[in-house]
C-alpha cells in the first residue's frame, strides 16, 4: 500500500501515513476554507490500512492551529482509527501541545472523550 | 438607506488598528489577512497565548463571513463588491483585542443567527464545552465545509459574550455586526 506523503502549506498540515512502519503523522496548521477535500484521502487510506494493519498503530498529531471545519475532519480520521483500534491494531494517538496553549490541550481533550483510543498529551517545551 | 455602510466603518476606524478591511472575502483575502496579523502581532510581542487566541478568533471569523456571506441584488448592494464584508482588528489595550466583522444578511436569517447567539451567550464554560462537543460529534459538514461550530468555537476561546447588532439597509435586508472581544 502507497503511503501519504503531503507537504505543509500555509493552511494545510504535512501528512505523512505510513502502512510499513503503521506510523501517521499530521503536523502544522490546518485552517482551509473547506477541510472535506484535503482529509477525504486520509479516511479511505485508513479504511485500505484497517484490512492488513500492522500489530501497532502510532499516530502523532501536532497541530499548530485549526479551524472547526478541520475539526470534524480530524473526527473523521480519529472515527476510523478507533475502528482498527477494535480490530486486529493497538491504536495510540500522540497529541502534541505548545507549552501555555490550554485551548490545544483542551481540544485534544475533547477528542479523548468522544473517541475510544488511548490518547497521550504530550507538552512541547520550548 | 438607513444605515450608512461607510460612516459604521469610518467609526470601525478609530482607535489603534492593526488591520480594517472592507470588499470580497475571498480564500486568497483570508490568507493574506492571517500573514499581516500574524507578523504584526510577532511585532507586539504579546504573549504567545493570547497571539494564539486572537488567530483561531480570526480564522473563525473570517470563514464565517466566507461561508455565508449571501450574494446581493443590485439595488441592495450599491457600489460594494461581491461577497462583500467588513473586518477590523483593533489592540484595546495590552493584550486585549476586538475584531470586528459585518456582513449583509436577508432579514429570514437574522431569527436564526439571533437565537444562535443569544444561546451561545447564555452558556457557562462547561456547557459551552458540551455544545461544541455535541455539534462536533453529531452534526454532518455542509458541502461548504461550514460546520456551525465557528461561534461556539469564538465564544469558548475569548471566554467573551458575543456582542451584535442588526442595521436595517432595506426591508429585506440587515447589516450584521459582530463584536468579538479577545482578553
Known amino acids: 500500500m502507497e503511503p501519504i506523503i503531503i507537504d505543509g502549506t500555509a493552511k494545510t498540515p504535512t501528512v505523512k501515513f505510513d502502512s510499513t512502519t503503521g506510523v501517521m503523522e499530521i503536523k502544522g496548521r490546518s485552517i482551509p476554507e473547506n477541510s472535506i477535500e484535503f482529509y477525504k484521502p486520509m479516511v479511505d487510506w485508513l479504511d485500505e490500512y484497517a484490512k492488513s494493519s500492522k500489530d501497532q498503530t502510532v499516530v502523532n498529531v501536532q497541530l499548530e492551529y485549526f479551524n472547526t471545519s478541520s475539526s470534524k475532519c480530524i473526527l473523521d480520521v480519529f472515527k476510523k482509527l478507533e475502528a482498527i483500534n477494535k480490530g486486529g491494531s493497538k491504536v495510540l494517538i500522540n497529541w502534541y501541545y505548545e507549552e501555555d496553549d490550554e485551548d490545544m490541550l483542551e481540544a485534544g481533550e475533547d477528542y479523548e472523550s468522544i473517541i475510544r483510543v488511548p490518547f497521550k498529551m504530550i507538552e512541547i517545551v520550548e | ?183
Open chain 2, 1 to 183: 438607506m438607513s444605515f450608512d455602510i461607510n460612516e459604521y466603518y469610518k467609526q470601525l476606524n478609530e482607535g489603534e488598528v492593526l488591520l480594517s478591511y472592507k470588499g470580497s472575502i475571498t480564500s486568497d483575502l483570508i490568507s493574506n489577512v492571517l500573514e499581516v496579523i500574524e507578523e504584526k502581532l510577532e511585532d507586539l510581542n504579546e504573549t504567545s497565548k493570547i497571539r494564539k487566541k486572537v488567530y483561531n478568533v480570526l480564522v473563525e471569523s473570517l470563514q464565517n463571513l466566507f461561508h455565508h456571506i449571501d450574494e446581493l441584488p443590485e439595488e441592495v448592494r450599491g457600489d460594494m463588491e461581491s461577497k462583500f464584508g467588513v473586518l477590523v482588528v483593533s489592540r484595546v489595550d495590552t493584550n486585549v483585542y476586538k475584531i470586528t466583522t459585518g456582513n449583509v444578511v436577508t432579514s429570514g436569517k437574522i431569527k436564526f443567527l439571533k437565537d444562535k447567539i443569544d444561546k451561545i451567550n447564555s452558556l457557562t464554560a462547561d456547557e459551552l464545552k458540551d455544545m461544541y462537543k455535541f455539534i462536533l460529534n453529531h452534526q454532518k459538514l455542509s458541502a461548504k465545509g461550514g460546520g456551525g461550530l465557528g461561534l461556539v468555537d469564538i465564544a469558548r476561546k475569548t471566554g467573551n459574550k458575543l456582542d451584535y447588532n442588526f442595521e436595517n439597509l432595506t426591508s429585506e435586508y440587515y447589516f450584521f455586526n459582530l463584536d468579538v472581544t479577545i482578553s
